[in-house]
């Protein structure tokens, strides 16, 4: 063997020996080199018409894909096979989230939709559609990624105007801010209507305010899929607080993994725990959740707040059409708090910022809901959807606000108490159809929410009674419903659509104390409902809306029966015109606001007194901006300016205080979280200055920042 032949040896040998070694498996080679299926089908309507130039995206653990069906609807990806999930997104558009188990066929896929007109509101699609001034949506990336303590923090990601602060440790409910409006703890002022999964968060004569929203204590932050934000009482399908707007939070059906966990911990003795389950079963999707944390805070009165909740989902498919879901919910929430301390006192060094008074201030909250939902596709695209809920809680909130002033020897600490039983249904039928020739939706449906409270103020000390103040019994019923029809013209570059829903209430009080107290009462709305969207050229980015709405907040019962002649349901009327903008990766929203809101009368659960508020108006502007940076980052913002907000009819003007009169939000990521090597953005709230008086002038707020982020 010549020099030249055992070159060429040599040179073999060591072709074999390098891709020998190529093919070794590497300790890392599974993440990186993850089998890829093809995953294709076509995108098609009840009537089984081919539906192009539609969103259809796969969602896994680690990642995201996306595509848009072509001319024949149909659609081609490449994914891991993993656990994944198939949605289709497009205008007017309604689909049931397709989830597929490792190893399922993902060929020759038929996904269908309907055409089901949402409202007058576009879903929130950078690439395909513009903002829609009168709704804002964000979707679960935002959520399962980023750290969360409080529920404050969900209404930070919206970018939707919502100032929403916490006080007493975290422990009390919400104090929300909007549209110029204070709506205490949600339910005064018009009032946010706060929804998880058709069950109101709102609790209606409320033994702490109305509209309380203490509920949300229970919300695990990694079980939301998405959050649709209504800036006002536009949609007939919301009724009671819907004045100022609607949150509707839909939580998941199941995880995108078998087990989830995820442990957290920081300063102040603050831990959080979360761990979730989340079973592959043929033909249903479940998920068994449990969240554990607690904090102390910065307090020399350690908070001591510590939150326990499990949340359990049961959803079988019973066939393509038809699908039944049950869902349970339970939580505990104990804390303690500095209260509220005398600012002359810290300002003269007497007091530190975060001393206390009464160290026993703070409370304890057990609650628990089980909820039924069933859900029905007819062939022709009708769509039927019931629930119901039951739910049960215990409340009780200490707090002294004059200290020694009542009374010198044993102080003026107070407890508020809350025993609850309340019951709910809503059934809503979708009818998608044409009508002389054009795209129509004809939704109808009904709602029904009933309470029994056991309500309670009690003079304390130590958390021990020393004497009952008041003492009832109250049972509120609400029933209403509604309609709401919707139509294209001018090839779907007109919309239009009206709706009308009637509200009635029931008051029932049986007083402990007082017999005079005692008594029935009732009350009854309708509230009117407009929209209207119309883009004048299918090739220029832009989209004129005008939107009117009434909303209602309805009264404590216990108001209600102690004075029967002050109103006993307030109304919103609220008009907006706006337009949208989408300019291939950016989208802008920009609206001007009117808002005018009826006489209303407020009891005040604190002492058992009552606040009268005459009919009062707001109005301004605000802009919102949604824009995709990369593929993996996208911005979300958005401003929202009172230029004025006063009480009418009132010479010289007394204006309404409380509540700041600019609150921007951003930046926000919903997409950004999907990358482990990027810090996830959190959202930028500055707080501007805002009048403490109603004369507008002589007592300033003054304005704050804050901003939270997370890394990796």
Not at 177 to 190: A, E, I
Request: aromatic letters at 10%.
């Amino acid at each position: 063997m010549n020099g030249a032949d055992k070159l060429v040896l040599r040179s073999w040998w060591f072709r074999v020996c390098l891709l020998w070694f190529c093919s070794l498996p590497l300790g890392s080679a599974p993440a990186q080199t993850a089998r890829l299926r093809t995953i294709s089908g076509e995108v098609i309507t009840d009537r089984n018409e081919l539906v192009p130039g539609v969103a259809v995206e796969a969602n896994w653990g680690s990642g995201n894909c996306e595509t848009t069906t072509d001319s024949q609807g149909a659609f081609h990806l490449s994914a891991p096979d993993a656990r994944l999930t198939l949605r289709v997104r497009g205008k007017y558009l309604t689909f049931a989230p397709l989830h597929l188990a490792k190893g399922d066929n993902r060929e020759g896929l038929e996904l269908h939709v309907t055409y089901a007109i949402a409202s007058v509101h576009e879903s929130l699609v950078i690439s395909a559609t513009a903002l829609d001034p009168a709704i804002d949506r964000r979707n679960g990336n935002v959520y399962k990624s980023t750290l969360f303590s409080r529920d404050d923090q969900i209404f930070d990601t919206l970018a939707a105007g919502i100032n929403a602060g916490q006080h007493e440790g975290g422990g009390k409910s919400l104090e929300i801010r909007r549209f110029g409006f204070n709506l205490d703890h949600g339910g005064v002022n018009g009032g946010l209507k706060v929804l998880i999964d058709d069950v109101q968060q709102n609790q209606a004569s409320q033994g702490h305010g109305q509209g309380y929203l203490g509920s949300l204590k229970s919300l695990i932050p990694e079980l939301v899929d998405d959050v649709d934000i209504l800036n006002g009482p536009f949609s007939a399908e919301y009724g009671d607080f819907s004045g100022l707007g609607v949150v509707h939070i839909r939580l998941r059906e199941s995880l995108q993994n078998i087990l989830t966990v995820r442990l957290q911990g920081g300063s102040f003795g603050a831990w959080r725990d979360f761990i979730g389950y989340s079973p592959e079963l043929k033909n249903a999707d479940a998920f068994l959740a449990y969240e554990a944390s607690h904090t102390d805070g910065p307090f020399l009165n350690p908070g001591r707040y510590g939150r326990n909740n499990i949340t359990g989902n049961y959803t079988v498919h019973l066939n393509k059409r038809e699908w039944l879901g049950f869902r349970l919910n339970a939580g505990t929430n104990n804390f303690y708090s500095s209260g509220q301390i005398p600012l002359d006192l810290v300002d003269d060094g007497q007091l530190s910022r975060f001393g206390f008074i009464d160290p026993y201030d703070g409370g304890r909250v057990r609650l628990g809901t089980f909820g039924a939902y069933y859900r029905r596709e007819r062939a022709n695209g009708d769509v039927l959807k019931i629930d119901g809920f039951l739910g049960r809680s215990l409340f009780d909130l200490y707090s002294n606000f004059t200290f020694y002033l009542n009374d010198p020897v044993n102080g003026d600490e107070i407890q508020q108490h809350d025993s609850r039983l309340q019951e709910g249904a809503n059934l809503q039928y979708l009818h998608p159809y044409k009508l002389f020739g054009h795209t129509a939706l004809l939704t109808v449906g009904s709602n029904f929410h009933d309470n029994q409270i056991n309500l309670g103020l009690l003079h304390t000390k130590t958390r021990e009674v020393l004497a009952v103040t008041t003492s009832a019994h109250a049972h509120v019923t609400n029933g209403a419903g509604y309609v709401q029809q919707g139509i294209d013209f001018l090839g779907q570059r007109l919309h239009f659509d009206a709706g009308l829903r009637f509200d009635n209430f029931r008051f029932d009080v049986d007083d402990h104390i007082d017999s005079t107290h005692s008594g029935i009462q009732g009350a009854s709305r309708f509230e009117p409902k407009v929209n209207a969207a119309y883009t004048p050229w299918t090739r220029a980015p832009l989209t004129f809306h005008a939107s009117y709405g009434r909303g209602i907040s309805s009264e404590d019962a216990r108001g209600v029966i102690q004075r029967p002649g002050a109103p006993k349901v307030a109304t919103t009327d609220f008009y907006q015109l706006g337009t949208s903008h989408a300019l291939r990766r950016v989208a802008v929203s920009t609206d001007v606001f009117l808002i005018d809101r009826s006489a209303e009368q407020v009891y005040i659960p604190d002492d058992g007194t009552f606040e009268f508020k005459g009919p009062s108006r707001s109005y301004g502007w605000e802009a919102k901006t949604s824009a995709q940076l990369s593929t993996r980052l996208v911005f979300n913002g958005g401003f929202t300016r009172v230029s004025n907000a006063f009480y009418r009819g009132i010479t010289p003007r007394d204006y309404v205080d409380s509540a700041p009169h600019s609150v921007s939000n951003g930046p926000n990521s919903d997409r950004l979280a999907r990358h482990r090597r990027f810090p996830a953005l959190s959202p930028h709230r500055p707080l501007h200055p805002r009048s403490a008086r109603p004369d507008g002038r002589t007592v300033r707020a003054t304005a704050a920042t804050g901003i939270r982020t997370r890394c990796c």
